[in-house]
């Protein structure tokens, strides 16, 4: 019997999986959320290094939570951070969630702001 753990574990693994296979050559925009904060990333899988992070712990973001709105500046402060490295085209990992909700408003957030994927 899987536990929802495992369940998680084969989702991810199975986005990750179609991601590496189509993001030849760029980076991997991949999202965490908990209840309370969402989390993004940008990570140059060929030299397996975190180039940029944001989430809703930054002091910038001091208070904002983990809603809509948060993970819209948190999509916002990615992109920004990512056009001053230099960084335009990524890989969406939405990782075991669905694209909806605070996913979604992230991944068209940094869209909205210069992020191409």
Known sequence: ????????????????????????????????????????QVIDDENRRTLIAASTLDKSMKGSGGNKKAAELVGKLIAEKAKKLGVTNVVFDRGAYLYHGRVKVLAEAARAHGLSF
Request: overall charge positive; cysteine-free; charged content about 30%.
């Open 1 to 40: 019997m899987l536990t929802v753990q495992d369940k998680f574990n084969r989702r991810k693994q199975r986005v990750r999986a179609h991601i590496a296979r189509v993001a030849v050559g760029r980076p991997r925009l991949t999202v965490y959320r908990s209840n309370k904060n969402i989390y993004a």
